[in-house]
């Protein structure tokens, strides 16, 4: 049952502020998720010693009362019941079993806690990035020696991705923002030189027995050969947002498709441009094919 630690700021907590230890709701892919706040000035083995038992119970009566309020019988709810379940009768086991680790502090203060604690290697590490930045990369991998423990959540991916997939996505999202630095382009010249860059992939949807993500997510689409309209909007956005264009991907759906595109902020005095537009990779795509097959299956982002 694969579980994450998160080692969080005790300063940047702002509710339960009498309980420093909190079995919480998780989210895909995690099964289930504890939060730990503190200012790293503890032992990593003193984090889950039985001295905190009775603070993770006041986390589960919290959450147990809260999730009382529900009256929707789902499958999330019941995932919650069933790790306070476990927890409740295998008491610490949750914390010492967890699979996955996560430090919410800068770099320097993860780079001292990993020399003092080094027995918490032992463990998986997960880190969300919201930016794309190859520099906190390199610094991660210089501080951990080995890679092969080191998982990625990013924006515009729905699964967790390992250090060289991330690096590599990293680089070809930058190589593009890089390439389009080279000319003396205006902001809208500049996004249709990133547009056309993108545009230029071709289209093509998973097989029926694949998983969808691979042509939808930001890193399996950029490392692999399948995309469809969730694969082009995610890459146009990353591109973007690490140019500093004010951007977001946007959805259409009726009752049986859906459909991403992107929506850009543009500021441009050469062509006397203020305003906000749409931009769709996908209806420009190289040797896209329209057929009646093209929308699969309900719902499906395409």
């Known amino acids: 049952m694969a579980g994450i630690i998160h080692i969080k700021n005790k300063e940047s907590k702002t509710f339960l502020k009498e309980c420093d230890y909190l079995i919480e709701p998780s989210e895909s892919p995690i099964y289930y998720s504890i939060s730990i706040y503190t200012l790293l000035n503890e032992k990593f083995n003193s984090l889950y010693s039985n001295k905190h038992l009775?603070?993770?119970?006041?986390s589960i009566k919290f959450y147990k009362d809260a999730l009382d309020e529900f009256e929707e019988d789902s499958k999330y709810i019941n995932k919650i019941y069933t790790v306070l379940d476990n927890y409740k009768n295998k008491e610490m086991d949750l914390i010492k079993n967890a699979e996955y680790i996560s430090l919410d502090f800068n770099i320097k203060e993860i780079e001292e806690y990993i020399k003092y604690n080094p027995e918490i290697l032992c463990k998986k590490f997960i880190f969300y990035l919201d930016e794309i930045d190859i520099?906190?990369?390199i610094r991660l991998k210089e501080i951990f020696k080995n890679t092969n423990n080191l998982y990625f959540m990013i924006k515009g991916n729905t699964a967790l991705i390992n250090y060289n997939d991330c690096l590599n996505t990293f680089k070809y999202i930058e190589d593009i923002a890089l390439d389009s630095k080279k000319y003396n382009f205006s902001p809208l010249e500049q996004i249709m030189y990133i547009y056309d860059n993108i545009r230029d992939r071709i289209y093509k949807l998973e097989n029926e027995d694949e998983d969808k993500n691979i042509s939808r997510d930001l890193s399996k689409v950029i490392l692999g050969n399948k995309i469809v309209c969730q694969g082009y909007a995610n890459i146009f956005d990353a591109v973007l947002r690490i140019l500093k264009f004010n951007t977001q991907i946007v959805?259409?759906?009726?009752?049986?498709?859906?459909?991403?595109?992107?929506?850009?902020?543009?500021?441009?005095?050469k062509y006397n441009i203020n305003g906000v537009y749409y931009f769709d990779t996908t209806w420009d795509s190289k040797k896209m094919k329209m057929t009646l097959n093209f929308f699969y299956h309900t719902n499906i982002l395409l």
């Open 54 to 58: 009775d603070e993770f119970k006041d």
């Open 135 to 137: 520099s906190y990369l």
């Open 251 to 269: 959805y259409l759906f009726n009752e049986k498709l859906g459909h991403a595109r992107n929506m850009v902020q543009i500021i441009d005095k």
